[in-house]
């Protein structure tokens, strides 16, 4: 044990590094890739908290998505002839758009602390599609179908846009390669704050709630407040996520915050691992890469399939893995690609090769 | 007049169709307790291979063979996966559902490609006329042949030996195994009843007034989720009860539309999840959905 | 839980690496400057093009909602480009295509164009106007010029992008003239417009609105969504307001479905679609023979079965290339937008500028266009759709595309005092 005070720091430190220095080589495919994964890391984090921690099955997380990413342009944009807003600093805006989504989620606790698993899963279903009904018509706020424009965020007069120009170390840092910074900045906290959560008190009483909610409360767990609390927390990583990505698209459209997106988002905490926070990034990236790399790389394939042959084309090759790859997370690898690096570990160390770990193990183990 | 007749015939049809959809999710989830994402794959199984085969073989057995075949579809998942995942949680059964309908809608899909299938369904588009309200002859026949699986269904539920297994299952899992129910076999027939329900309905939502199957003709199945848990999600009438209200309120909220300004346009999608919201506030279970007691 | 020295190591290897790339960053290849120059011709070139090829990028929907499109337009751009290509190329280099499907999801495209803004010099097909406004931004600060593969107003405006032939509120204007005209609608009638949400079908609308107000009609309107299938409420609703025309701007299934319930009801009133609202694949379900009466398509650009001998070249042509695939005016669009495409490559090269700012010069500079594919355009206002005439469709199950020419492109009187709100 003693070692492992100073290791864990060690490689997390070596990482935010490695993270840092990437932007000075990628280019603007991989940047984008990689903050696309960065957002949706954070907000994976957060269903994780949710679904994977508390065992609430969440299929609304799109619509926190859309929270945090149009609150931040409507608190961060003036007001137009067309369009309104309310022209606040814009991190302030970020800030807001993160309060904004925990406000949302808390007015949904009251709903989602009366309904248990699936009615809850279908339940907030329903905040995407009145969600995305509300993002269509209130068109003086969200810019309706063709959405808005998002201004860049301007943090100790640096701006995250790509004028003015900047060159640090010979290389120019564009609007992504600041934002990538701007993610790591984001993702950092994110990662240390729900460990602290998970891994501290609450994190047992949640773990609680999921396994036995009357047990939980037999223990004096306040089991509505957690309830609530941990909605809330997770809808404001959900808005994090959101603003993050709106930075990144520079533009908001309301097709995008639709039910596809939650089933994504559950798809990678299932595909990563279940309550823990390494286990939604390594599902984020995995979820938010492979079909870039397919269709990067696909270029081996006919893009357009000759007539009649109906070959599969990338998009679709990426779809069917991924279905293929939740399947066989399940299946096989319990505890998913987190699980998965915990139980390799374990090998190699030759310590219980012969056991399985068991789940209050498993979540012991640092990651 | 006529016109709201005619919305309410109409609402009452799809809503039989919808019913139908929900029937099948509520039979699986009273089996085995699992939320079925890949539903919407199973229908389109089902619409898929009726579309293929009815110039060779005729409408009718290809409507059979369709059944069929997503009834197979349903039992292997069955088979294939949820025997096999060893987890606990009932949310990730849900997500592994996910999974498999991602990869079963990307393949047919593709399949489908850029056509738009015909069914080959003997009702075309005729309308009947009864008292000045017109009525397509597929909405009669989608209410009677639903309407008849719906209680064939409920009659073999109470009184048939399958029926009684699935109740006693569904009831507690573990006495009824104590009691020599097989509960695999009880689960594996719940998926496949659910397919062959998903299979007719998806003839149903692809005939006139809808120009065939095409590969949208999924999304249909999401309104059966708000119908689903509305009623109830472990209670065969409220499957009923829910696809009607579902059907009904979205023919209604979209017939009306010029009325219902304030909701914006497009209201007819949402308006039933809204329902459902306002439902599920009063009756946390649905509205047939048995209440889970626990005082402490 | 005793950790392995090896994890140790590992560890302090990594954070050694970190360092050492955070000290070699300035050495990242992104640290050589832009590329470009000035060929052996003394044709200045920038992103996109080498000294023997060219790199035109394509953003379509090959497996979305509007794969049957993109998979029209791309096998056409193909088979052009290979024409081209066969025929010498372009300033002495071959021009090559560089798909990539977004499959109608605004992430995938901007993931699609991030690639192609340094690799291609312009994008010659891009499906999908949500994409497009999305990315409106960085194609104004990337300079890249774009066909877009849909005409709703709020695509003009921009230098970069241009819109081809008509946008939808101008179509449905002269279809409005064309049906008081030609099919006894007259002043205080009622017409329906059933017509999707978004940006398609709110330029639909605002030309409606003109047009009925101009001519004194009473407009009747239905708003979709592009998941709705079943028009049994819109027809029940149009039916009660007493229409004696409906317009259509929405999809293929919508039209059919809505056809379907329409005459199936006795509503024989002449239905008039926009460019996207029918596909002839159409005609082999049980829906075609309503989509065979009285049933119309207001559109810019002359359709794969028009008696213009360009465009049965490419209608011959494309059935050798790719058998047994539908030929729909897809064809005719996405080939006739690769030609000018083309023409505005061979254009800046005679300029000696195939920069992306030379072939935006290049494209605008042409004030009457004409390929011999249908009207001519005006390439050079940056407010106003290239041409306000449109031709008047009508099905018809024996020609090549289902479609035969009813009236000839046109400007209607109200077509021409009509302002069109550009960029909104």
Redesign the interface.
């Known amino acids: 044990m003693s070692d492992r005070r100073w290791l864990l720091p060690a490689a997390a430190a070596a990482a935010t590094a490695l993270l840092l220095v990437l932007p000075f080589y990628l280019g603007t495919f991989w940047l984008q890739t990689g903050l696309f994964a960065m957002s949706a890391a954070i907000g994976a984090i957060g269903l994780n908290l949710l679904t994977g921690a508390t065992g609430q099955l969440s299929m609304g997380h799109a619509f926190f998505l859309a929270v945090g990413a149009y609150g931040y342009v409507y608190l961060a944009s003036d007001s137009g002839p067309h369009l309104s807003g309310l022209g606040l600093p814009t991190p302030l805006a970020f800030l807001g758009a993160i309060v904004l989504a925990g406000v949302a989620g808390g007015l949904f606790s009251p709903i989602a602390g009366r309904l248990r698993g699936t009615y809850l899963g279908i339940a907030s279903l329903a905040l995407i599609f009145i969600g995305q009904h509300v993002l269509f018509n209130a068109e003086s706020v969200t810019g309706g179908f063709n959405g808005r424009d998002v201004p860049p965020l301007e943090l100790f007069g640096l701006r995250f846009d790509d004028s003015p120009e900047l060159v640090v170390l010979n290389v120019p840092l564009g609007a992504l390669e600041r934002l990538w910074f701007l993610g790591v900045a984001l993702l950092v906290p994110a990662v240390w704050i729900a460990r602290g959560v998970l891994r501290g008190r609450p994190g047992r009483a949640l773990n609680t709630i999921r396994d036995h909610e009357v047990a939980a409360s037999v223990m004096g767990v306040p089991v509505a407040r957690y309830r609530a609390g941990v909605f809330t927390l997770s809808s404001m990583y959900a808005g994090a996520a959101g603003a993050l990505l709106a930075l990144v698209f520079r533009r908001t459209v309301p097709d995008y915050f639709g039910m596809f997106l939650s089933l994504d988002y559950l798809a990678m905490i299932v595909i990563g691992g279940l309550g823990t926070a390494a286990g939604a990034v390594a599902g984020a990236v995995f979820v938010s890469v492979l079909p870039q790399l397919l269709t990067r790389f696909g270029d081996d394939l006919p893009l357009v399939a000759a007539p009649g042959s109906g070959g599969v084309s990338p998009a679709e090759a990426a779809r069917i893995l991924y279905g293929a790859a939740v399947v066989a997370v399940v299946l096989f690898l319990p505890g998913g690609l987190a699980g998965l690096w915990t139980r390799l570990r374990a090998t190699a160390s030759r310590h219980r090769s012969a056991r399985p770990l068991t789940r209050l193990e498993q979540e012991e183990q640092p990651v | 007049m006529s016109t709201f007749v005619e919305l309410v015939v109409n609402g009452v049809s799809v809503g039989a169709v919808y019913a139908l959809i929900a029937l099948g999710f509520v039979i699986i989830f009273k089996a085995t307790e699992v939320v079925n994402f890949a539903h919407a794959s199973l229908l389109l199984v089902g619409g898929y291979v009726t579309a293929v085969l009815h110039d060779d073989i005729g409408f009718l057995p290809a409507l059979g063979a369709g059944i069929g075949t997503a009834a197979l579809a349903g039992a292997l998942i069955e088979v294939l996966v949820l025997r096999r995942a060893r987890v606990e949680n009932h949310a990730v059964l849900a997500i592994v559902t996910i999974g498999v309908d991602i990869m079963m809608t990307t393949e047919l899909t593709r399949r489908i490609g850029t056509e738009v299938l015909s069914l080959g369904d003997p009702w075309q588009s005729r309308i009947v006329t009864i008292g000045g309200v017109g009525i397509a002859e597929t909405r009669i026949a989608a209410l009677a042949v639903a309407s008849l699986l719906i209680t064939a269904f409920l009659l073999a539920f109470r009184y048939t030996p399958w029926g009684v297994a699935m109740r006693a299952a569904a009831e507690d899992g573990e006495a009824a195994a104590l009691m020599g129910i097989r509960l695999t076999r009880v689960s594996l027939g719940a998926w496949a009843v659910a397919g062959a329900l998903a299979a007719v309905a998806a003839l149903f939502l692809t005939v006139f007034p809808t120009p065939g199957l095409d590969r949208s003709t999924s999304f249909a199945a999401m309104k059966a989720f708000p119908a689903a848990i509305l009623g109830g999600l472990d209670s065969t009438t409220g499957a009923l009860a829910g696809g009607l209200i579902v059907g009904l309120t979205e023919s209604l909220v979209t017939g009306y539309q010029g009325q219902l300004d304030f909701m914006g346009r497009g209201a007819g999608d949402v308006a039933p999840f809204l329902v459902m919201l306002l439902v599920l506030l009063v009756r946390p279970a649905g509205l047939f959905g048995t209440r889970e007691l626990s005082r402490v | ?4 020295a ?3 190591r590992a ?2 290897l ?2 050694a ?3 050492a ?2 000290l070699a ?2 050495c ?4 050589t400057g832009g590329s470009g120059g000035t060929d052996a011709q003394g044709v200045k070139t920038g992103p996109g093009v080498t000294a023997d090829t060219i790199r035109v990028g394509v953003e379509t929907d ?2 979305g ?1 509007y ?2 499109l993109g ?1 029209s337009l ?2 056409a751009q ?1 088979m052009y480009f290979e024409e081209l290509n066969a025929a010498g190329g372009v300033c002495g280099r071959k021009v090559e295509l560089v ?3 977004h ?1 109608y ?4 495209a ?3 164009y ?2 192609l ?2 690799s291609v010099i312009g994008i010659a097909q891009f499906v999908g106007s ?1 994409m497009v ?6 194609i104004t ?1 990337d300079k890249m010029f774009v066909l877009p593969n849909a005409w709703s107003t ?1 695509l003009l405006g921009n230098q970069y992008i241009q819109v081809t032939g008509t946008t939808y509120d101008v179509d449905m204007i002269n279809a409005l003239d064309f049906l008081t005209k030609q099919k006894g609608i007259k002043k205080g009638d009622k017409v329906g417009h059933v017509y999707f ?3 398609y079908g ?1 330029s639909a609308l605002n030309g409606s609105k003109y047009a009925t107000e101009q001519l004194g009609l009473t407009l009747v309107e ?13 027809v ?2 149009l ?2 307001a007493g229409v004696k025309a409906i317009l259509m701007s929405a999809g ?2 919508q039209s ?2 809505l056809a ?2 329409a ?4 509503i024989l009133v002449p239905i008039v679609t926009s460019n996207s609202g029918f596909s002839p ?2 005609l ?4 075609a ?2 989509l065979l009466a009285e049933f119309y398509m207001a559109t810019a650009g002359a359709p794969i079965g028009a008696d213009l001998p360009p465009v049965r070249k490419i209608a011959d042509s494309y059935a050798k290339k ?5 030929r729909d005016n897809a064809v005719v669009n996405g080939y006739t937008n690769a030609v000018i495409f083309a023409d505005a490559l061979k254009k800046a090269c005679a300029a000696k500028d195939l920069t992306r700012e030379g072939l935006v010069k290049a494209h605008r500079s042409s004030t009457n266009y004409d390929g011999g594919y249908g009207t001519p355009m005006d390439f050079s206002k940056v407010n106003e759709p290239a041409t306000r005439k449109s031709y008047i469709l009508r099905t018809d199950a024996k020609a090549v595309g289902g479609l035969v020419v009813e009236r000839d492109a046109a400007e209607s009187e109200a077509a021409e005092t009509y302002k069109v709100p550009a960029g ?1």
């Not at chain 3, 990242?28 to 640290?31: L, P, R």
């Not at chain 3, 406004?133 to 960085?138: C, D, E, H, P, S």
Request: net charge positive; hydrophobic share 30%.
């Open positions: 839980m005793k950790r392995s090896r994890g140790t560890t302090a990594a954070a690496a970190a360092l790339l955070g960053a300035g990242s290849e992104k640290a090959l497996t909602v794969a049957p998979k791309t096998q193909q798909v990539r499907d499959g999801d605004v992430q995938r901007m993931s699609g991030s690639e803004s340094s949500p406004t999305a990315l409106k931004q960085r600060s709020t949400e978004g940006d709110e239905q708003k979709i969504k592009a998941t709705d299938n079943d028009m049994s409420a819109q029940a609703a039916k009660n293929p299934r059919a479905s379907g319930v005459r199936a009801k006795g694949q159409l082999q379900t049980p829906a023979k309503a790719y058998p047994g695939q539908p909104t």
